[in-house]
T-cell receptor
Framework: AQSVTQPDIHITVSEGASLELRCNYS??????LFWYVQSPGQGLQLLLK??????LVQGIKGFEAEFKRSQSSFNLRKPSVHWSDAAEYFC????????????FGKGTMLLVSP | ETGVTQSPTHLIKTRGQQVTLRCSSQ?????VSWYQQALGQGPQFIFQ???????GRGNFPPRFSGLQFPNYSSELNVNALELDDSALYLC????????????FGPGTRLTVT
C-alpha cells in the first residue's frame, strides 16, 4: 500500500522568500504524484501533478515540484512567496493500478510573515 | 470554481443519528470519489462510484454507504453517527477512471455532538 509523509506540520516563511515543502512517498513502482492546496474552509485545488516524463513539473501560481526517484521525494517549491500563499498544502500519491484513488499526506500549514 | 458542488455546507447531528451528504459532479464526469478529512489530517478515501457502481472502497465500516444516480450525482450516507465522524467530507469528480482532470468540491463540514 502506498503512503505519503510530509515531515513539516507548520512552516513560516517571510513574504518574498523562497519556499520548499517536503514530501516523501512509499510505493512499489513509479506513482502518480500531486500537490494540492487548501485554503481555510475550502476544498482542494490542484497545484500540479507528475505522471511521467520531465521530473521538474510546473504548476499554477508559480509553483514547481521535482520528482526524485532515488529519494522517493516530490518536493514543492516557489521562488518568492506571497501573503496569499498562506494555506495548507497536501502531497498525494495515486496508484497506477486499481481504481485510481489518492493517498494524502497529513499536510503542511504554510504561514507567511510580513 | 470547479463545477463540483456539495450540500449542505455545514451540518450538526447528534450521535446515533443518520446523515446524507450530496455531491453534484461536473458535467461529463461519471466517476465520483468521497473523502473524509478529520481536523488536522489529510483526506482519507472512503469509496468511489463509476457509472452508478461502487468500484473501490477504503478502510471505512459498512455504516458508510453511498449511491450514484444516472446523472452521476452522488450521495454519502452515514448511519449510527459517532463523535469521530466529525470531519470535512469532500467529493471529487472526474471523467473515466484515470487521474486526469479530477476536481474537488468545497466539502460539507459535519459536526457530531
Amino acid at each position: 500500500a502506498q503512503s505519503v509523509t510530509q515531515p513539516d506540520i507548520h512552516i513560516t516563511v517571510s513574504e518574498g522568500a523562497s519556499l520548499e515543502l517536503r514530501c516523501n512517498y512509499s510505493y512499489g513502482a513509479t506513482p502518480y504524484l500531486f500537490w494540492y492546496v487548501q485554503s481555510p474552509g475550502q476544498g482542494l485545488q490542484l497545484l500540479l501533478k507528475y505522471f511521467s516524463g520531465d521530473t521538474l513539473v510546473q504548476g499554477i501560481k508559480g509553483f514547481e515540484a521535482e520528482f526524485k526517484r532515488s529519494q522517493s521525494s516530490f518536493n514543492l517549491r516557489k521562488p518568492s512567496v506571497h501573503w496569499s500563499d498562506a494555506a495548507e498544502y497536501f502531497c498525494a500519491v495515486g496508484a497506477r493500478s486499481g481504481y485510481s484513488t489518492l493517498t494524502f499526506g497529513k499536510g503542511t500549514m504554510l504561514l507567511v510573515s510580513p | 470554481e470547479t463545477g463540483v458542488t456539495q450540500s449542505p455546507t455545514h451540518l450538526i447531528k447528534t450521535r446515533g443519528q443518520q446523515v446524507t451528504l450530496r455531491c453534484s459532479s461536473q458535467s461529463g464526469h461519471n466517476t465520483v470519489s468521497w473523502y473524509q478529512q478529520a481536523l488536522g489530517q489529510g483526506p482519507q478515501f472512503i469509496f468511489q462510484y463509476y457509472r452508478e457502481e461502487e468500484n473501490g472502497r477504503g478502510n471505512f465500516p459498512p455504516r458508510f454507504s453511498g449511491l450514484q444516480f444516472p446523472n452521476y450525482s452522488s450521495e454519502l450516507n452515514v448511519n449510527a453517527l459517532e463523535l469521530d465522524d466529525s470531519a470535512l467530507y469532500l467529493c471529487a469528480s472526474r471523467a473515466g477512471q484515470g487521474f486526469d482532470e479530477q476536481y474537488f468540491g468545497p466539502g460539507t463540514r459535519l459536526t457530531v455532538t
